[in-house]
């Protein structure tokens, strides 16, 4: 930690280069970050007259643990209702408000935000008016407490320039259609993704999905439009139908668990091919607006053929797995005993016994040896991209 006077003008002169290069917040956050030495720092905003989640942008925040919460664990934050509440230049402290008792008992606590290495987290709402609403957030790890006397009176003096630098600055957070938050994350993920409307029409594909269509004709682009072999267009069509109907009618409180799967297979007679799809309907009220103010199909990609990093979004999508019961599955696999699990996740032995029976019914798996003889055969890449994902946490 280093909170010196040295340090503060440092960080200040940064903040109001935002002014002339609004990219340059990630690198005040990466600043801020390390100066205090927290688990992470998060800033976002929220759009003033649609609601939507507008900004996002952190230090030590894989879109993983971003893309998660957006789409599953924002329902289950109790620390929402704070921030809606809390006025402009007013400080937040979850531990405040939810005791060790609380948190044990929290399913958000215990399945998303500890396993993730954080516990407490202070915020401060920088702007608040009919424009935008911008909030930036402490995270601290479990280990490490609340930020301490010293560390928010540093960050106290801070505020006012934070607030100042996003006042005339303004414009960069507000909503718009070419700089979506969604659009940013999944730009940011190694697995093939592709966004599309009910119709097929293509608003995103980001770097993996493109080297993809390189790699195979079962799936491309054409006059931006997602295209497959014909005998399985009228099945993803009906999929999507399916699915826009259960997320449409189905619980609030489970955005991600309708999931819908397709093995696109290359024509007898022609060279062997082979892509799976896995697809989740985007509803704007169910993911902040963050992907825009239509409903949207998420489709992840897997081609056997290709050589490129699987990371943990491939467990997800073909299961439905949180990024927390992704790390637990996969230190099943590696050996690892359920107590040793929780000793290494810093969690209750039985938070994990919990998400392991989440698995068993996710994977359609009844026992341990079961559920490693199906991880076993997934990609190789993907176990090890998502133990080294659980090792950097």
Known sequence: MDLSQQRFESIIERIYATLDNADGWRAVLEDINDAFGTRAVHMLAFDGSNGALSYSEGADMAPQIDMEYIQKFQFADPRVQLLREQKESEWVHCHEWFDDAFVASSPFYQEFLIPHGARYLSACKLVQNERATILLAWLCRPEDGPLSAEALAFAERLRPHLSRACRVGLDHFVYSAQALVGNALVNKLHQPVVLLTMSGEVVQANQAADSLFRRTPLVQVSNGRLVLPERYREMFAAHCAQLENEVRFGSAEAPTANLQSLRIESEKGTAPDMVYAFFSMLLPERVMGSFGLRPLVMLFLYHPGSAQVIDSSLLTAAFGLSHAECRIATMLADGMQLKTIADTLGVQYDTVRKQLLSIF????????????????????????????LSADL
Not at 361 to 388: C, D, F, G
């Open 361 to 388: 019914q996710k994977t359609s798996t009844n026992r341990q040896p079961e559920l490693v003889r199906l991880l076993l055969h997934m990609p190789a890449a993907t176990v090890q991209r998502a133990q080294a």
